[in-house]
T-cell receptor, first 112, second 116 residues
């Protein structure tokens, strides 16, 4: 029972265009969400997060949108750059608990 | 500053052998997490510690897996006996307080385990 789902295993986007990565969750107790980025042979690194009291959080080229009623969040990267090519993991947590539930990841490839 | 350190980076072993993975968290961090990454299930939390005490081990697959944190700067994840289905990348992560959204988890580079 995957509580956090990333249904697109891979995505290819042209440099300069927008990349949209999607994530769905089933547990209504989740109240904060994060995106992690992972390069090959490295551990995941934190990218951006959002609390359930917001519906949008922006950090430079990265914006995360949260739709609580649909239990859906998305990560927008604008403009996409070749260095953004990586695997992106969506994660969710609840309250002040440390435990994070991760999705299976989406591999983004930004082409020239 | 050194990040989370994991050893070995790669481990190849035969079915039935004991495997021990090691982790040194970031100095000053009070929470430590062990994750397993597979294609099918993504990143799964196996166990996490706070102030060296196991808090949640509900993700540990079965009794063959055990984890210890004898002090604030060292943790081990042991698999005995190992099986081919244990082949995966195992990550260790640490965080300052382990308190949700505001407390970023920092991951090590992972140990790629292959059980033949």
């Amino acid at each position: 029972d995957q509580q956090v789902k990333q249904n697109s295993p891979s995505l290819s986007v042209q440099e300069g265009r927008i990349s949209i990565l999607n994530c769905d969750y089933t547990n209504s107790m989740f109240d904060y969400f994060l995106w992690y980025k992972k390069y090959p042979a490295e551990g995941p690194t934190f990218l951006i997060s959002i609390s359930s009291i917001k519906d949008k959080n922006e950090d430079g080229r990265f914006t995360v949108f949260l739709n609580k009623s649909a239990k859906h969040l998305s990560l927008h990267i604008v403009p996409s750059q070749p260095g953004d090519s990586a695997v992106y993991f969506c994660a969710a947590g609840s309250g002040t608990a440390s435990k994070l539930t991760f999705g299976t990841g989406t591999r983004l490839q930004v082409t020239l | 500053d050194a990040g989370v350190i994991q050893s070995p980076r790669h481990e190849v072993t035969e079915m039935g052998q004991e495997v021990t993975l090691r982790c040194k968290p970031i100095s000053g961090h009070n929470s430590l997490f062990w994750y397993r990454q597979t294609m099918m299930r993504g990143l799964e939390l196996l166990i996490y510690f706070n102030n060296n005490v196991p808090i949640d081990d509900s993700g540990m697959p079965e009794d063959r897996f055990s984890a210890k944190m004898p002090n604030a700067s060292f943790s081990t994840l042991k698999i005995q006996p190992s099986e081919p289905r244990d082949s995966a990348v195992y990550f260790c992560a640490s965080s300052l307080e382990g308190r949700g959204l505001t407390d970023t988890q920092y991951f090590g580079p992972g140990t790629r385990l292959t059980v033949l």
